[in-house]
Nanobody, 120 residues
């Protein structure tokens, strides 16, 4: 099992920056991809923000490309989301996610999330 703990959310003015952290523990060697999702108030679905794969491949949603950067520190089993030039529409609950396999069994875990609020 993988346990994820997010931190770094908060209130920031539009145009500002925040850094989210996600510390993973447990069977982290079996993780294939770490990602950040977000869910805005009133929405039923979580949207993928950014993902980083075991081999280093990175992807971003079009809405954050050029403003957000995902990175990882393997020694600390931590993934970061650097968010720059934040917009009001970035306001959401941000969740860390890990996907991988324990043998033939796939896993898909989320953390508890952290709130990001961007004021105008």
């Amino acid at each position: 099992q993988v346990h994820l703990v997010e931190s770094g959310g908060g209130l920031v003015q539009a145009g500002g920056s925040l850094i989210l952290s996600c510390a993973a523990s447990g069977t982290t060697d079996n993780i294939d991809v770490m990602a950040w999702y977000r869910q805005a108030s009133g929405k039923s679905m979580r949207d993928l923000v950014a993902a980083i794969h075991r081999g280093g491949a990175i992807s971003y949603s079009d809405t954050v490309k050029g403003r957000f950067t995902i990175s990882r520190d393997d020694a600390k089993s931590t993934v970061y989301l650097h968010m720059n030039n934040l917009k009001v529409e970035d306001t959401a609950f941000y969740y860390c996610n890990s996907k991988g396999r324990n043998g033939f069994e796939r896993f898909d875990y989320y953390g508890q999330g952290t709130q990001v609020t961007v004021s105008s």
